[in-house]
């Protein structure tokens, strides 16, 4: 058995920050202290860094087929990727297929992650219907750890539901005591602006955001959250980038009902005129809902700090841009996604934390403690506590990092965030008292990381 001592780091939570010291045996932080005067066998210096509950990512898409092709990355690169982040475990998301069992989908996608995760993952299921059968393996899926089901309000004849079907694996979610992931945009209206755009040769990467507004979020969010009131159910909406739908977020909490939302760093600091850029490069910004205008996002920081938005994920989809240029001529062929995975600390703690937008303590909690505490694998993730998986990282505040793909790790030919700079970044990564990333260089073992059987939810 290793043990691990970190000395005189500055220890920030979602609540607490104090100077001392962590003591790990093994894969179990087992003391905290302002100096513990122990041996062992590692010994990091966290002088003048920062010590935080490593990042935890519950919406990214590895090894996904999608949009006639797959995302570039895998387990393998992606968890890599994501460690060197300082992300310590995902949530990605398993896919049902019409016809088949969430079963078979949870083992297709658990044989993607075994021998190549990095960190530790869990899945939430994809379902693209609804019938008694998979009604019957949802409690299975609980049993097995799968304690949130995502369900789809767009992309019609791929993933989108109707409402009784909605309405149906929402209350049996509610039953098995499961939450509900809803990609929230009126899937029809957006398919028939999509044809109407196509007919007027309107095809440049833009006309995605055009033919996506605003108003058709807001619309599927405000529908999500009364079929989940009605169904008896909390609902989380995945990837919220619009101001209207914030505000039927808003007003469902300010009744006290169990709703709850993520926003992702690129619709925090990318917007609508990325799609303006010259010739087919505003393809590398299509994923749905789309980029929006750069005057609404202060809206979004305003959610994040007063907790209307509990969590920033990353919604990780990378497609290179030969994938992109599926879409060339027909904007709607596009794949839809991007990279981020690597990404969401050093952004957030820059363009959030630095700028004063958000506390440290707050960018802690939505990045990790929240994420962990939502989904089922709090207090074993999510904060530094004795009992608590050593999954930590220590963070420089000043460290300087220019984005770039030729520098990051995500397998994807190009970065939405080329040539920017960002200060903060983690110097070392630890997942369950290994280290895995040390200034920069990657020490960890792929297939290292463990399969996270999720609690059904507390509430
Ligand atoms: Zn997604």
């Known amino acids: 058995m290793t043990t691990t001592l970190i ?34 066998d590692q010994v990091i210096d966290a002088s003048g860094r920062l010590v935080i509950p490593g990042g935890i990512d519950v919406h990214t898409h590895m090894d996904l087929p999608f949009g006639g092709t797959v995302s570039s990355d895998d387990f393998e690169t992606g968890t890599i990727a994501a460690a060197h982040g300082g992300t310590t475990t995902i949530v990605d998301f398993a896919v049902q297929d019409r016809g088949q069992s969430m079963r078979k989908a949870w083992d297709t996608w658990m044989g993607k992650a075994e021998g190549k995760a990095a960190i530790d993952y869990g899945f939430h299921m994809i379902m693209r219907e609804f019938n008694p059968e998979l009604g ?10 799968v304690t949130s089901f995502k369900l789809f309000m767009a992309y019609p004849g791929v993933f989108m539901m109707d409402d009784a079907g909605i309405f149906a694996a929402m209350q049996r979610s509610g039953e098995v005591g499961a939450t509900i992931c809803m990609h929230a945009e009126n899937g029809g209206v957006i398919d028939v602006l999509v044809k109407q755009a196509l007919e007027r040769k309107q095809t440049d990467p833009k006309y995605h955001a055009i033919t996506r507004p605003a108003r058709a979020e807001a619309e599927a ?26 505000a039927m977020v808003t007003e469902a909490r ?17 917007d609508y005129t990325n799609y303006e850029e010259p010739g087919f490069s505003g393809a590398k910004y299509v994923m749905s809902p789309p980029l929006r205008a750069r005057e609404k996002q202060d809206d979004l920081w305003r959610g994040l700090a007063g907790d209307d938005l509990q969590i920033v994920s990353t919604d990780h989809c990378p497609f290179c841009i030969k994938e992109k240029e599926l879409g060339l001529g027909d904007f709607s062929k596009i794949p839809n996604g991007a990279p981020g995975v690597e990404t969401r600390l050093s952004l957030l703690h820059d363009g959030g934390v630095r700028t004063g937008r958000i506390s ?23 904060t530094i506590a004795p009992g608590s998986d050593a999954d930590i990282v220590i963070w420089d505040p000043e460290k300087v990092l220019k984005l770039s793909h030729e520098t990051l790790h995500m397998r994807c030919d190009y970065n939405p965030y080329e040539g920017r700079t960002v200060v903060g970044a983690p110097e070392v990564v630890l997942s369950r008292g290994r280290v895995v990333v040390d200034k920069g260089t990657f020490k960890g073992k792929p297939g290292s990381g463990r399969y996270l059987r999720r609690a059904p939810r507390a509430i």
């Open 7 to 40: 000395k005189n780091g500055t220890v920030v939570t979602a609540t607490d920050s104090w100077r001392g010291d962590i003591f790990i045996d093994d894969e179990t932080i087992t003391q905290l202290g302002v100096a513990i005067d122990r041996q062992a």
């Open 136 to 145: 019957r393996e949802m409690k299975d899926m609980v049993g097995e750890g």
């Open 221 to 246: 969010t405000h529908r999500a959250i009364a079929l989940a009131e009605m169904a008896n159910v909390p609902v989380y909406i995945v990837h919220l980038t619009a101001s209207e739908a914030l």
């Open 254 to 270: 300010d009744r006290g009902v169990p709703a709850y939302a993520e926003t992702c760093p690129q619709y925090l600091f990318l």
């Open 360 to 382: 440290l303590h707050r960018w802690v909690q939505i990045c990790s403690t929240a994420p962990a505490k939502m989904f089922g694998m709090f207090p074993k993730k999510g």
